[in-house]
Nanobody
Framework: QVQLVESGGGLVQAGGSLGLSCAAS????????MGWYRQAPGKQRELVAH???????NYGDSVKGRFTISVDYVEKAAYLQMNGLKPEDTAVYYC???????????????WGPGTQVTVSS
């Protein structure tokens, strides 16, 4: 069964750092674009960071310069290093990826269940 699982969320004080991991499991023949999104209470999901299969990266304006995404295509994993965290960064962070399962050979988007990041002032 193909799935994505996030890890690394937790509680951190403002100004601190935290690293998130996202791993794809199951029989996957191709790993495409991967990214991180977040959703705070009462707000819509927003882009945090995205990495295309060609290596291009894109960041949300509110995190640019503080967060860094990296992808390991061998391990089929994505990482998000978060520095200089602010209380406004508090949200559930979701991993997103385009995966092509061996069974179907049809690429589609997958989402992880999310991991909570809480930044205290």
């Amino acid at each position: 069964q193909v799935q994505l699982v996030e890890s690394g969320g937790g509680l951190v004080q403002a100004g601190g750092s935290l690293g998130l991991s996202c791993a794809a499991s199951g029989s996957v023949v191709r790993l495409g674009a991967m990214g991180w999104y977040r959703q705070a209470p009462g707000k819509q999901r927003e882009l945090v960071a995205h990495a295309s299969s060609s290596g291009r990266t894109n960041y949300g304006d509110s995190v640019k310069g503080r967060f860094t995404i990296s992808v390991d295509y061998v391990e089929k994993a994505a990482y998000l290093q978060m520095n200089g965290l602010k209380p406004e960064d508090t949200a559930v962070y979701y991993c997103n990826a385009v995966l092509t399962p061996v069974a179907s050979e049809v690429p589609r988007e997958y989402w992880g269940p999310g991991t909570q990041v809480t930044v205290s002032s």
